[in-house]
């Protein structure tokens, strides 16, 4: 039984009044499943029926809520999807370590904003250039916290719904897209769109898409090796600049 029948019969049985109707179990990409992710939509859902459902689910890690406008998509992330996260992570903090950039970074905290009927949780997020205002909080305020400024989106399978339109929503400035061979660094333009560039507004001028190197070694060399590798390379480079 997988994890969204388990979901579904404890939905039907204890949350009889958010879903009216079965939901039919739909997994939005074969592929997707062999590598040990699903998905699963349900509609015409209220931000209300969304927060209920979010609440009930919190002893839940591995799993990721997309709300959209009505639209809640549930995920469960695979193994691999877990660490080319923590990879990324880890060397987001060696480089605000070598560049002296102080850091405030939450995983995948969830971002919610009532107004535009959105809601997500990043795959990490971190505030760099607004550090200071979220130094030492544990929640996300949308009516007085800035919004992260990076955000991590390990995308090894592709959600139905708009996540970067959300995290555009949000006015997050700088999101991380990896797929498991490429790395894409989007920054949010004053159009409300995000466009593909080569380096970090916040983690200076290294080309980013160079750590796909160290990510592809992830499965073959010890934490170790490419830590050390990762750190020469970043020395090498700010040396240069």
Not at 108 to 132: S, V, Y
Not at 136 to 152: I, M, N, Q, V
Not at 180 to 209: A, C, K, W
């Amino acid at each position: 039984m997988t994890i969204f029948s388990t979901l579904r019969m404890q939905f039907r049985f204890a949350m009889s009044t958010i879903l009216s109707q079965p939901a039919p179990a739909n997994p939005l990409d074969q592929n997707g499943a062999a590598k040990g992710e699903q998905r699963f939509l349900l509609s015409d859902l209220s931000w209300q029926n969304y927060l209920t459902i979010g609440n009930a689910l919190l002893d839940r890690p591995g799993l990721r809520l997309t709300y959209d406008r009505g639209r809640l998509e549930f995920m469960t992330t695979s193994p691999k999807h877990e660490i080319y996260k923590k990879w990324l992570s880890r060397f987001i903090d060696i480089l605000g370590e070598i560049l002296n950039l102080p850091k405030v970074s939450a995983g995948n905290m969830t971002f919610q904003k009532e107004e535009l009927d959105r809601g997500l949780e990043a795959d990490d997020c971190f505030w760099i250039a607004h550090e200071p205002e979220m130094r030492g909080k544990l929640t996300w305020d949308p009516k007085r916290d800035p919004p992260p400024d990076l955000a991590l989106e390990i995308e090894i399978t592709r959600s139905v719904l708009d996540r970067l339109g959300i995290y555009a929503s949000l006015e997050i400035p700088e999101v991380w897209r990896f797929d498991g061979s490429g790395l894409e660094v989007l920054r949010l333009q004053p159009d409300g769109v995000y466009q593909t560039v080569p380096e970090s507004l916040f983690l200076g001028q290294l080309p980013i898409g160079e750590l796909v190197r160290f990510l592809s070694q992830a499965e073959t060399a010890d934490d170790l090796t490419i830590v050390r590798q990762f750190r020469a390379w970043v020395l090498q480079v700010v040396d240069k600049k």
